[in-house]
């Protein structure tokens, strides 16, 4: 059964700090793997998109990294702010006939505490 | 431009009646999916249409849900003789390009969320 699990669950860190969630996936075969954020009430936002032969991609002061071998990736953020604070899912894509369809985490709801 | 927009952000409604919930996409994408988000659990994907067409409709729960999508734009996702399961935020995306070659941006709307009484 294709899955995607992440963790921790939730996550508490102050200011200014640095952090790193990470995600374990058995979706096959696998096309892409993304992270979004998706703060209170709203839709999420895509931070990263990483095809099989990528192993890193950065957006600002996040960066994600992919192990395809090991089907494991991580989304760090660096010098956290308050906005920050918000539940990052990773998204892993499959690759069937004519349709990729998008299998979700639960997500890592991130508080940035001052 | 505008993004993905969804009505009504809220609804609360009885068991037992129907529902209609909107999306319009971002104009010009081609392709447009219908998501269920639980309480702690991950997006479910329902419905997705390319243009007009359902291609995969695999992820709608049981035949009391429909959707449709008219004119290549806005979208309805009906659900029949509402059940408390039933309450999630429903969430709409769009994306561009078709979805069956490389990579594409899916762009999320706000969600309406559903609360069966």
């Known amino acids: 059964k294709n899955q995607v699990e992440q963790s921790p669950q939730s996550l508490i860190i102050l200011e200014g700090k640095n952090c790193t969630l990470q995600c374990n996936y058995t979706v096959s075969p696998f096309s892409n793997l993304r992270w979004y954020k998706q703060d209170t009430g709203r839709g999420p936002v895509s931070l990263t998109i990483?095809?099989?032969?990528?192993n890193t991609k950065s957006n600002g002061r996040y960066t994600a990294t992919l192990d395809a071998d090991t089907k494991q990736s991580s989304l760090h953020i660096t010098a956290s702010q308050l906005s920050d604070s918000a539940s990052y899912i990773c998204?892993?894509?499959?690759?069937?006939?004519?349709?990729?369809?998008?299998?979700f985490g639960t997500g890592t709801r991130l508080l940035v505490s001052p | 431009g505008a993004g993905v927009s969804q009505s009504p952000s809220n609804k609360v409604t009885e068991k037992g009646k129907d529902v209609e919930l909107r999306c319009d996409p971002i104009s010009g994408h081609t392709a447009l999916y219908w998501y269920r988000q639980s309480l702690g659990q991950g997006l479910e994907f329902l419905i997705y249409f390319q243009g007009n067409s359902a291609p995969d409709k695999s992820g709608l729960p049981s035949d009391r849900f429909s959707a449709e999508r008219t004119g290549g734009s806005v979208s309805t996702l009906t659900i029949q003789r509402t059940q408390q399961e039933d309450s999630a935020v429903y969430l709409c995306?769009?994306?561009?390009?078709?979805?069956?070659?490389?990579?594409?941006?899916?762009?999320f709307g706000p969600g309406t969320r559903l609360t069966v009484t």
């Open positions: 995306a769009s994306s561009l390009a078709a979805p069956s070659g490389g990579t594409y941006e899916q762009y």
């Open positions: 998204v892993v894509s499959a690759k069937n006939t004519g349709f990729q369809k998008l299998v």
């Open positions: 990483m095809t099989f032969s990528e």
